[in-house]
């Protein structure tokens, strides 16, 4: 385990992958929130650049897997990415986005 990570004796290391992916769309907002709020020993993501350089939450190289539109991140301005609503309705989070939700609760 890496150092710094949260060890709890007697209990599984929990890491929320892209978030409470089990219960809400994954690398959505309500993804990372449920999984700071019910105590993630970590959550995991992946980052990919818009065409503007803004590092956006988003597993795949495009977005129609999780979103209602398909628009590959890396030729695609942030704010054109923003305005693209993801399949649950939210919007598509960017780092920024992510690292106010936890607000240091939860290591990333």
């Known amino acids: 385990m890496p150092p710094g990570l949260p060890v709890r004796p007697g209990r599984p290391f929990f890491a929320a992958h892209r978030g409470a992916s089990d219960r809400e769309l994954e690398n959505s907002p309500s993804a990372f929130s449920l999984a700071a709020a019910e105590g993630a020993d970590m959550i995991e993501f992946d980052i990919r650049l818009s065409s503007d350089g803004v590092p956006v939450v988003l597993h795949d190289e495009a977005t129609g897997r999780t979103a209602?539109?398909?628009?590959?991140?890396?030729?695609?301005?942030?704010?054109?990415?923003?305005?693209?609503?993801?399949?649950?309705?939210?919007?598509?989070?960017?780092?920024?986005?992510v690292l106010d939700l936890v607000r240091g609760r939860v290591p990333l």
Do not use: F, H, Y
């Not at 305005?83 to 989070?93: A, Q, T």
């Open 68 to 97: 209602k539109e398909n628009l590959a991140a890396a030729r695609t301005p942030w704010e054109r990415l923003r305005k693209v609503p993801l399949k649950n309705g939210e919007p598509i989070p960017s780092l920024a986005d």
